[in-house]
């Protein structure tokens, strides 16, 4: 009976250390219903049983994978950094993280504070490696 439950546990942990690894890592903004930024980028790394994912537009959250049959999501909580005199300054969100082939796809719905919320969502792709450049 341990050695089931022991070789269970272990299956359990290594499929969700397995969507942990396809969802960490670095992410290239590829659209965004917020407006086009070629220059975004998310980084999402594993501490423990959690997922940081670090903007580097100014926000941040702590999500927790999952998976519903092939799909391979997370979701979580976070926060704008406090920019005085901008709409999401220091706004509390909730958000949720969608594998989808190879595009990550991410639906943030941000409390305004007045009522009313704003959803914003986002496609990610792996970045793809410059390769140097050689001459003949």
């Known amino acids: 009976m341990r ?6 546990s272990f299956a359990f942990f290594a499929l969700l250390s397995s969507q942990e690894a396809q969802l960490s ?6 659209s965004s219903d917020a407006g086009s930024c070629a220059a975004c980028f ?7 049983t959690v997922l ?3 903007a580097n537009n100014g926000w941040s959250a702590t999500v927790q994978a999952d998976r519903n049959g092939p799909a391979h999501f997370a979701t979580g ?14 706004k509390a969100f909730d958000v949720l ?8 796809m991410m639906f943030m719905v941000v409390d305004l504070g007045n009522g009313s919320k704003r959803t914003i969502t986002a496609v ?3 970045p793809v490696p410059k390769l140097p450049v050689t001459r003949a």
């Open 42 to 48: 998310v980084g999402i790394v594993r501490q423990g």
């Open 25 to 30: 890592g670095r992410w290239q903004q590829i």
């Open 52 to 54: 940081i994912v670090s």
């Open 97 to 104: 993280f969608a594998l989808r082939d190879e595009q990550l």
């Open 124 to 126: 990610f792709a792996r």
């Open 3 to 8: 050695l089931a439950f022991n070789l269970i």
């Open 77 to 90: 909580r976070g926060r704008w950094k406090m920019r005085p005199g901008t709409i999401y300054s220091n």
